[in-house]
């Protein structure tokens, strides 16, 4: 399945728009219409905004967590991202990849932003064998 997303109008807000495309950034996609190394200097940059320490190596631990920081360190991070995609001709991103089942358990601190995105976002009911649907929204 094809996805996109217009690095301009992302249609998010500016925190999900730097994790949402840092993770694509950090991922195995292969797909992806960035290229290894400016996917690489784009996580690099933006690590180096709240870190001293160099980049970790391992894929796994190339993640951000921007709990702690402003809203300033935020926008600092769109701008990184959003000036070295347009550098390289990108203006939409475009990745191919199937939904997959989450790697980890949530952290019990998401629980209660999980649970509200469920009331808010519901998944649309399974059908049965029988083409009767299943409502699967506790109650």
């Known amino acids: 399945m094809m996805h996109t997303l217009d690095i ?3 249609e998010m807000p500016d925190l999900q728009f730097v994790l949402f495309v840092t993770a694509l950034c950090t991922s195995r996609l292969t797909t992806l219409n960035i290229p290894k190394s400016l996917r690489a200097t784009i996580f690099n940059r933006c690590w180096r905004l709240i870190h001293e320490s160099p980049p970790p190596g391992r894929p796994e631990d190339r993640v951000l967590n921007l709990r702690p920081w402003t809203e300033l360190t935020v926008e600092a991070m769109v701008e990184i991202i959003r000036v070295g995609l347009t550098e390289a001709g990108i203006h939409v991103l475009a990745w191919e990849h199937a939904p997959s089942k989450p790697t980890r358990t949530s952290s019990p601190e998401a629980t209660p932003l999980i649970e509200r ?3 808010l976002y519901p998944q649309p009911p399974e059908e049965t064998d029988s083409g009767h649907a ?3 929204i506790p109650r």
């Open 117 to 119: 995105l469920a009331q």
């Open 134 to 136: 299943i409502d699967t």
């Open 8 to 10: 301009h109008r992302p």
